[in-house]
């Protein structure tokens, strides 16, 4: 175990600690945050700011990713390993289906789909499986463009919920 562990967060000697450590009086402890989590790069944190410490970032399926990100900015953390973090969610919503009108090649709109969800499959009457073409291009939209025209058919698109991320941050107040 170690000393910050043992010591009380609203003792005076606490509070000597953060200050020399990191400039600052520690006034708002620890915050917590559901995310959404995505392809690699920046994830939208609201509330967190550049000069707080983060202090876990967990998703369900991938585990501790903590050492793995970084705050780069107010509001935003960073995946600096490159990993994607839209593990699949568990659960009941888990997996998706619609059934939609096809069209030419390029988008067509999934109503409910997002682009940190994962595309199960993608199959058209008189075309077959179309999967490996399309990808999740928008909220609400997916794309194969220049693929095979789905015109005049249905399309059944399943996908997976893309998983939430936990972020926790000690925020310090800019006094």
Do not use: C, Y
């Not at 050492?67 to 935003?76: G, L, N, Y």
């Amino acid at each position: 175990m170690i000393l910050k562990d043992r010591m009380k967060r609203s003792s005076p000697i606490w509070r000597r600690i953060v200050k020399r450590a990191f400039g600052k009086e520690n006034k708002g402890f620890l915050k917590t945050q559901l995310v959404s989590g995505g392809a690699a790069g920046d994830i939208t944190v609201s509330g967190i700011k550049k000069e707080d410490h983060l202090v876990g970032v967990v998703g369900p399926s991938i585990g501790d990713l903590t050492s793995e990100f970084s705050i780069t900015a107010d509001a935003k953390i960073n995946n600096t390993s490159g990993t994607a973090t839209n593990a699949v969610a568990s659960g009941k919503e888990r997996v998706k289906a619609a059934v939609i009108a096809g069209g030419a090649a390029g988008d067509l709109t999934v109503t409910g789909i997002t682009t940190n969800d994962k595309l199960v499959v993608v199959w058209s009457i008189g075309n077959g499986d179309l999967t490996s073409e399309f990808s999740i291009s928008a909220a609400d939209t997916i794309n194969n463009a220049a693929g095979t025209s789905t015109a005049g058919t249905e399309v059944l698109v399943v996908w997976e919920r893309a998983g939430e991320l936990l972020v926790v941050w000690e925020a310090f107040d800019d006094e």
